[in-house]
């Protein structure tokens, strides 16, 4: 099976924080920088998020352009427990694409149905990353249904989790300058590193300024 080409999208400050303690976090990044993750949500099959950042943002994830009717991604939520409320707007939005949301096999038929009568496909599984499904399943089965390529939008948990299962091929990383210290909240959970070899490495290979802010890019290293 062809697994799809996995791109992590992050916003952060200088110093890699994506939102301060108290949770304030619009807009670190610009204008531009946003303009430019629309393209991006254009470009990919799917954009896929996790649950806090449904209940954080509430956002709709789909690709808005002046003057433009881009392409829609397919929207794809991880939800292990359902947590996600029928009036989230990414439920409510019949401009952006189709709406997935993956959650564990032993949530009640009944919640799942509520989500299905907004429209969205729920998708249970049975393969669990200790408390939550399982990225790779995820990933694993939207290749099976079509998808060449997945962007993910979302906050420490589900980007330290991407990129801990090596399943990420590239990252885009917005970077605004400005800094917001050791008491913000990281781009990335724990890793639980107790070597340098055993770091994820990424290399850069493009580097633009997007107005104020810096867009790198990177792609995973060989070996
Ligand atoms: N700057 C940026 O680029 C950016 C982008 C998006 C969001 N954010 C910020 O991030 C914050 C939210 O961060 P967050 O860490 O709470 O939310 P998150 O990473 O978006 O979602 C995490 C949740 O996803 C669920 N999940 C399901 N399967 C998972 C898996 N295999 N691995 C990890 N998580 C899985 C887990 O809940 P269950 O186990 O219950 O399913 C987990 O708690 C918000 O403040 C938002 O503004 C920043």
Redesign the pocket.
């Known amino acids: 099976m062809t697994l799809p080409r996995v791109t992590l999208?992050?916003?952060?400050s200088l110093d890699g924080r994506?939102?301060l303690a108290n949770?304030a976090?619009q807009w670190?990044t610009g204008p531009e920088a946003r303009a430019e993750v629309h393209r991006l949500r254009a470009a990919h099959d799917a954009v896929l998020?996790?649950?806090?950042?449904?209940l954080?943002?509430d956002p709709l994830l789909s690709a808005r352009i002046e003057d433009e009717a881009p392409d829609q991604p397919h929207r794809v939520v991880?939800?292990?427990?359902l947590?996600i409320g029928a009036d989230a707007k990414i439920l409510n939005d019949a401009d952006g694409g189709p709406v997935s949301v993956?959650c564990g096999g032993s949530v009640p038929v009944h919640m799942r149905a509520a989500i299905e009568a907004k429209g969205a496909q729920v998708i249970a599984l049975n393969r669990f990353?200790g408390?939550?499904?399982?990225?790779k399943s995820?990933i694993e089965r939207l290749g099976e249904t079509g998808s060449r390529s997945v962007m993910i939008?979302?906050?420490?948990?589900?980007?330290?989790?991407a990129i801990r299962s090596g399943l990420v091929d590239v990252i885009e990383w917005f970077r605004a300058p400005m800094m917001l210290g050791g008491d913000a909240?990281p781009?990335f959970?724990s890793f639980g590193l107790e070597r340098l070899d055993e770091a994820p490495i990424f290399t850069r290979v493009a580097i633009d300024e997007c107005g104020k802010d810096l867009w790198e890019r990177y792609e995973k290293a060989d070996g």
Request: overall charge negative; proline content about 2%; charged content about 20%.
């Open positions: 999208k992050l916003a952060t994506i939102a949770g976090s670190i998020t996790g649950i806090g950042t449904v954080a943002d991880l939800d292990t427990h947590k993956f990353d408390p939550s499904i399982s990225f995820v939008e979302a906050g420490a948990r589900l980007a330290g989790a909240r781009v959970d």
